[in-house]
T-cell receptor, first 117, second 114 residues
């Protein structure tokens, strides 16, 4: 149980275009999901907390107009990178908190590698 | 606020040798502690966690970690490593009550040599 999927697993896009990444909790409901960014050989940096039915909470320094987050249902959160640039190339990982589970538990998706050319 | 420090960015070790990956944290509130493993181009997999109780926690694949409150440490150990243990290891904490946010260390790349 407690599986989180991400789609796509990798994507290449041209500079200036937008890319949408999906994060789904497959066998549990998640009122809260988290989006992380990981640069090569570096740690995960929390970008934002996604709350079902309300606006996402962004970490300091993260442009909310560039990284649009929508959490429209209890099993799906999406991250849209708008007007992508090469510096947005990174590994994006989501995690989900089981609404019916223990407060501390997060389950991580397999990640999405974004390359902007 | 919380912070996590993993002093060793890379740890090379020969197969069947013991290894210790260090993790220290700083927090003004009580935290839960975790170790995650990441294989190349994959997401994070939970290795083990400390919530409360016995300070020594074990995973199913031979890793163990010991919570030391006085030294604010949660070092990861394995008595005999395998080639397949080669991966990136992240230490993380989250407040016992509050934001549910995880704070990760910078990671330690374990490379097991034949």
């Amino acid at each position: 149980g407690a599986v989180v999927s991400q789609h796509p697993s990798w994507v290449i896009c041209k500079s200036g275009t937008s890319v949408k990444i999906e994060c789904r909790s497959l066998d549990f409901q998640a009122t809260t999901m988290f989006w992380y960014r990981q640069f090569p050989k570096q740690s995960l940096m929390l970008m934002a907390t996604s709350n079902e039915g309300s606006k996402a909470t962004y970490e300091q320094g993260v442009e909310k107009d560039k990284f649009l987050i929508n959490h429209a249902s209890l099993t799906l959160s999406t991250l849209t990178v708008t007007s992508a640039h090469p510096e947005d190339s990174s590994f994006y990982i989501c995690s989900a908190r089981d609404s019916g589970g223990k407060s501390y538990e997060q389950y991580f998706g397999p990640g999405t590698r974004l390359t902007v050319t | 606020a919380q912070s996590v420090t993993q002093l060793d960015s890379q740890v090379p070790v020969f197969e069947e040798a013991p290894v210790e990956l260090r993790c220290n944290y700083s927090s003004s509130v009580s935290v839960y502690l975790f170790w995650y493993v990441q294989y190349p181009n994959q997401g994070l997999q939970l290795l083990l966690k400390y919530l409360s109780g016995s300070t020594l926690v074990e995973s199913i694949n031979g890793f163990e970690a010991e919570f030391n409150k006085s030294q604010t440490s949660f070092h990861l150990r394995k008595p005999s490593v395998h080639i397949s243990d080669t991966a990136e290891y992240f230490c993380a904490v989250t407040p016992v009550s509050g934001t549910y946010k995880y704070i990760f260390g910078t990671g330690t790349r374990l490379k097991v040599l034949a």
